[in-house]
């Protein structure tokens, strides 16, 4: 039996937000032995250099425990562990599997199995809040959003990392060859799930771009909304604070 893919474009999941959730888990639970790997190669290792900037973002944050949500096989949460030892942390996605994968990177880091979309804190648990390539896979951005500026402190700062879809030409040009191309084809000969991909080579050109991902954010309520292109604009961090 072939299992449910989930849907890449944003402006579908809207009426089938559980079977999204759904599938989106059950391929990142698939894929969570060679994740790592492929992250590194697919990036030539310049991922690295993007999750040091937003962690470095987070220091605008008042003192606090932190909260890596989609943190997948916690790379981001070890970052943040090594800048900021003295904080309470805590890593949180809904693929068990891809947490389990990364418990060694941050021992000390709290491991939660949760939906970002229905987050099991109380109002103002966090004064900080990164999310590193998590955001596109989720079923309703809006919500999430909502859910980030409930847990955070008045203050407290959101950054996220992200493959937004690119509004440049030249960027626009290369993310269409790449995600055509090169994510499936090598994604999948590594990983041996072509689908799994497939799929997330789609939903880049599916989602946000960073300026519709920051109007989102305002939306939601967040204040001091900043976003910077990385890398020729191939990814962005976006931050943003909840009004105090």
């Known amino acids: 039996m072939t299992a449910p893919s989930p849907i890449a474009e944003r402006s579908e999941r809207s009426d089938k937000k559980e079977e999204h959730a759904d599938a989106v888990r059950a391929m990142f639970d698939r894929i969570a032995?060679?994740?790592?790997?492929?992250?590194h190669i697919m990036s030539a290792g310049i991922d690295r250099r993007w999750r040091s900037r937003a962690v470095a973002d987070l220091g605008r944050a008042p003192p606090g425990p932190v909260l890596d949500l989609c943190?997948?096989?916690m790379d981001l949460t070890a970052l943040v562990a090594r800048a900021y030892p003295e904080r309470r942390l805590v890593a949180a996605d809904f693929a068990a599997e891809m947490l389990e994968r990364g418990k060694d990177k941050a021992p000390q880091a709290e491991r939660v199995v949760a939906d970002a979309m229905n987050l099991p804190f109380e109002a103002g648990s966090f004064s900080a809040v990164v999310c590193g390539f998590g955001i596109r896979n989720v079923a309703d951005v809006a919500r999430v959003a909502r859910e980030v500026r409930r847990v955070l402190v008045p203050g407290g700062v959101f950054v996220t990392l992200e493959l937004f879809r690119p509004a440049r030409g030249v960027t626009r040009l290369f993310h269409e060859a790449y995600a055509?191309?090169?994510l499936p084809a090598v994604g999948g000969l590594i990983s041996g799930d072509r689908a799994a991909y497939d799929y997330l080579a789609r939903s880049m050109r599916g989602f946000f771009t960073r300026n519709e991902y920051e109007a989102a954010l305002r939306a939601a309520g967040f204040e001091g909304v900043v976003g910077e292109d990385q890398t020729l604009g191939i990814s962005a961090i976006v931050s943003a604070s909840a009004p105090r």
């Open 33 to 39: 032995p060679t994740y790592d790997a492929l992250n």
């Open 71 to 73: 943190a997948g096989t």
């Open 180 to 182: 055509r191309h090169v």
